[in-house]
């Protein structure tokens, strides 16, 4: 749970001649992590693909190219069988696919240039002149362009090359004809409205109208878009007809030029290869069993070392462990003799040197916990040799965020939304987000009936906390609660406080391995400043200079009545030399700063990370009273609301405003006397902002107190003991969805 599976180390060993069939075996079980070598060993060279890979790779493109042109999907098939000459059916489905696809490229095309005349004589259907009397003169220049009419006429009458002209307009298309002079350019006009902001459109060549010549393209559009539909509808007819086929297919292929690429990460001679991976330990007897059963006696299993857990450097190793050396030569050996010895220990098992990777990481968390396992791989995957901190995000998580949302209504649709997720979103990451949610949601409902609260309104209260004195719990809005609000914010450090010291102990047994003392003055260290720093905050030590709500939130006329009105300082030391006294959580703390300066004097000046890092909590009190406003904004619109003369506040749902002057007289103060009460008008305007209000409060859930909350995790929590960066456990091997009895 709080650490990955166990790895082992194994070794496979024996000659090429049985490779294929070792190889064939180890993908069927889809279980090793293959490790690569890096050609280290003397004698031993990286292998070579086998024979057809490179033919299987060219199909395998070929089938996810026809893929892509027939938008073939996973779901598109069911499980079956691939009969013999299927390279035949590949290559006529190719050759009636890529035929149909070129043709509709060019219709493609096709259509795009209609378009494109479409659009260049549109602007002349705005002239209303015939296209036949825009072109073909000789003693005169016309242009037809797009721009302010005014400019074109003043630059065009400004101009020294043309002594008379005409336009003609239509909207902002304006045909310009102009007489030049007889010194006049090529293009008079042209050179006229050089400064001017116009855009050029060329003359169709074409006799007809502009009316007629859209029609026509109107018409051969249509025909070519009649003719790529029949082209898509008979593409569909494939793509339904083949789509299982070629899933089946592409899976076939994928497993064969996996098989056929692997010997690339083996290390391999003339005769034998050495391959070697990690495999959950639990599965190595299934792995032996297997390759006993494929090959015989004629390869070398080994099972080289069981990874065990150390932080700081690579993986320690149990007893199997060969140490990762070479065998020493005796002082009379020659270093040829050396090398032909290491090569034969390698070739007979193994047993000389391994290939020095770390085991990837298999994250081993129950059942409930698993959402929250793409929360951690977010930041980056485990080391194997570190905690998995995914069962404290589990316990915590959830509970951050319904503590800041705390309401019955919002946590059943977050629960029905993570519920949708998880049930019909085919996808591993969204489903697991969708389990977060649940759980997220689930918190955000108890709370809710904690604070008695379900879509703002203090409904539930009334109903399930009849009987029980101190519930529902106030969130703080009301001037005769304000006393919860810095309640709140106390809850808020006081969970700050028990999360960090859950980070520095974490991070305290993870530095045991390098000894107690190692760990006592890098961890403990913290732990004590921690405690000392916070224990004196809320003694009566300095009382007067320290905030009164510290000894008020649970004194027993607090809002949380426990009796707790602060420590008394443990007592008080006497610094030798100095003459002022000390409390002993003071004292602890002093004692926890001097170990940090001894051990890792750098850090030193982060020593008040302590105080700063609990405070970061208090955000969580800060979105529970922000978000419980924004709820009593949209409600306080809706329904309307007053105050009581004992300061409480009460929405007007069942009674109209002039119940409060009849009932309290001037006592109690009306806020708002609410849409609902203020007619039909506003009765449905307030519906639309009852419904979006919410809708607005409800997202920004998820963007405030769910990031803020992933917040306090990541760089809160995390930083005190995880590092990341582990790899991922990719087994070499392939899930079958779509071959049976392959």
Partial sequence: MLRPERMSKVSVTGSRGVMPTVIETIHGLNLVHLSDYDGSWEGFDNGNPIAGADQASEKLVTVRALQST???????????????????????????????????????????QVDEKIDRVAP?????????????????????????VDAI?????????????????????????????????????????????????????????????????????QSLESRRDEIDTELEEIKQAEADFLLRVEE?????????EAPLQFATTDRAFVSEGWIPTGDYDRLVAALNDAVGDSVEIEELERADYDRH??????????????????????PADADEQQQKAVTDGGSAVTMGDEPPTVQDNPGPAKPFEVLVQAVSMPKYSEFDPTIFLFLTFPLFFGFMIGDAGYGIIYMAIGGYMVTQVDNDAISSLGGVA?????????FGFVYGEIFGLHVLGAVVWSNVELLPLNKGLEPAAADFALGWMVISVLAGILHLNIGYILDFFENLSHGFKDALFHSGSWILMLNGIWIWIFSTQGEAAK??????????????????????????FTVPGLGFELTAPLLMFLIGLVMLIVSEPVEA???????????????????????????????????????DPNGEFHFLRTHEPSYVAEHYGEGAEVVFNGLMHSGTAALLGGLVILVLGHVVVLALGVTSAGLQAVRLEYVEFFNKFYEGGGENYEPFGTDRNHIEDY
């Fill in 153 to 221: 006429d003043d630059a065009v009458g400004a101009s020294d090359e043309i002594r008379a002209f005409e336009t003609f307009t239509g909207g902002d298309v304006v045909a310009v004809v102009a007489a030049p002079t007889e010194d006049a350019g090529e293009a008079p006009i042209d050179d006229a409205l050089v400064g001017v902001d116009v855009t050029r459109h060329e003359v169709p060549e074409t006799e007809q109208s502009p009316e007629a010549y859209v029609a026509e393209l109107e018409d051969e559009k």
């Fill in 252 to 260: 076939h292929l994928t497993m064969e030029v996996q098989q056929a």
């Fill in 438 to 446: 649940v759980w997220a949601g689930l918190f955000t409902t108890i």
């Fill in 124 to 148: 002349f259907a705005e002239l209303g002149i015939d296209l036949d009397l825009l072109s073909g003169y000789e003693s005169v220049d016309v242009v037809v362009v797009e721009g302010n």
């Fill in 547 to 572: 905030p009164d709500f510290l000894f008020e939130t649970f004194a027993s006329g607090g809002p949380f009545p426990i009796g707790f009105t602060g420590f008394s300082g443990l007592g008080l």
């Fill in 70 to 112: 027939l938008d073939v999907s996973a779901d598109d098939a069911e499980p079956g069988s691939i009969d013999e000459g299927w390279e035949a059916q590949l290559e006529e489905i190719r050759t009636r696919v890529n035929e149909l696809d070129d043709r509709r490229g060019e219709i493609t095309n096709e259509l795009r």
């Fill in 605 to 643: 000046v982060e020593a008040l990370d302590v105080v700063v890092n609990v405070f970061s909590y208090t955000r969580m009190g800060a979105v529970l009273l922000a978000k419980a406003g924004m709820a009593f904004v949209v409600n306080l619109l809706f329904f309307g609301a007053y105050e």
């Fill in 313 to 334: 450097g690579a993986h320690a190793h149990t007893e199997t462990d060969l140490e990762g050396t070479q065998p020493a030569a005796d002082e009379d050996e020659s």
